[in-house]
């Protein structure tokens, strides 16, 4: 585990800008067609600041996670900023980890080894 790089980070400033996310969906017509996940959704993530995504079951919020943290690429619109430069996908994944909500993880381990 290579705790010197995840203490050394001095953290990311996050900013997206009018996000909207468009998923193909059947229809009750057996058809395909676009629905929106996310709409024109803007927000900013500072460091060293707790922040709470909160919303109903189906808001969006698991949706947003997965778009902004690249999980999710395709249908995605909209401007994501990582210290104020273009998301680098590759330089985001190395500084940062998302752990989805359905991941199994383990009891014994902490924060970091789970990581």
Same mark, same amino acid.
């Given at each position: 585990?290579e705790?010197?790089?995840?203490?050394?980070? $001095?953290?990311?400033?996050?900013r /997206?800008?009018?996000?909207?996310?468009?998923?193909? &969906?059947?229809?009750? &017509? /057996?058809? !395909?067609?676009?629905? !929106?996940?996310?709409?024109?959704?803007?927000?900013?993530?500072?460091?060293?600041?707790?922040? &709470?995504?909160?919303?109903?079951?189906?808001?969006?919020?698991?949706?947003?996670?997965? &778009?902004?943290?690249?999980?999710?690429?395709?249908?995605?619109?909209?401007?994501?900023? !990582?210290?104020?430069?273009?998301?680098?996908?590759? /330089? /985001?994944?190395?500084?940062?980890c998302?752990?989805? $909500?359905?991941? $199994?993880?383990h009891?014994?381990?902490?924060?970091?080894?789970?990581?």
């Open positions: 585990m705790f010197n790089r995840v203490l050394s980070n $001095q953290g990311l400033d996050l /997206f800008d009018d996000l909207t996310y468009r998923v193909n &969906a059947w229809t009750d &017509a /057996f058809k !395909i067609e676009k629905k !929106i996940i996310l709409q024109g959704v803007s927000g900013t993530f500072n460091r060293s600041q707790l922040c &709470a995504i909160i919303g109903c079951s189906g808001s969006g919020k698991s949706s947003l996670l997965n &778009a902004l943290s690249g999980y999710k690429t395709n249908g995605c619109t909209g401007t994501i900023l !990582i210290n104020n430069k273009p998301q680098d996908l590759k /330089f /985001f994944k190395k500084q940062s998302y752990i989805m $909500q359905e991941d $199994q993880l009891l014994q381990l902490t924060v970091i080894e789970s990581m």
